[in-house]
């Protein structure tokens, strides 16, 4: 049984952000389903003319993709919830750091999240507990 990510339940949205967000969702877990380096190139070429994402834009798509998304709100819903965050961020223009690493201690296992400002994006656990693989940062000017 997975547990549910805690979330601010006062999240509220409009009709119109709601199915924007689940379309993001349904995205994202189209791309989950696609082999890595084709997930990774088809973000490289998202990201194009995005400007760097600021951790409270990146919090609040976040926020938004966990309130309309169960499964992304559980434990093993890190990588269509990472993917839907960036997605959903494009979407309004910007763009945070999508990720994908390995826990650096036992017992191992693979994560995704979203950085901004150098910082992860309302995860539980300290920077220093993963190791990343690979990332698609913000497209440099």
């Known amino acids: 049984m997975s547990s549910v990510v805690p979330h601010r339940t006062k999240v509220r949205l409009s009709p119109g952000r709601r199915l924007l967000v689940l379309l993001a969702v349904a995205v994202a877990r189209r791309l989950a389903a696609k ?23 990146a919090r609040a798509a976040r926020e ?3 309130a309309v998304s169960l499964r992304c709100a559980g434990d093993e819903g890190c990588l269509p919830r990472s993917l839907a965050t960036v997605l959903l961020c494009r979407v309004r223009g910007t763009w945070p750091t999508w990720a994908v690493g390995v826990r650096a201690r036992l017992p191992f296992g693979a994560h995704a999240w979203v950085e901004a400002e150098g910082r992860m994006v309302e995860e539980k656990a300290d920077r220093s507990y993963f190791r990343t693989l690979f990332a698609v940062p913000p497209e440099r000017a």
């Open 35 to 57: 082999p890595p380096a084709r997930t990774r190139a088809i973000l490289t070429r998202l990201r194009r003319g995005a400007r760097e994402a600021t951790y409270e834009e």
């Open 64 to 66: 938004a993709v966990v």
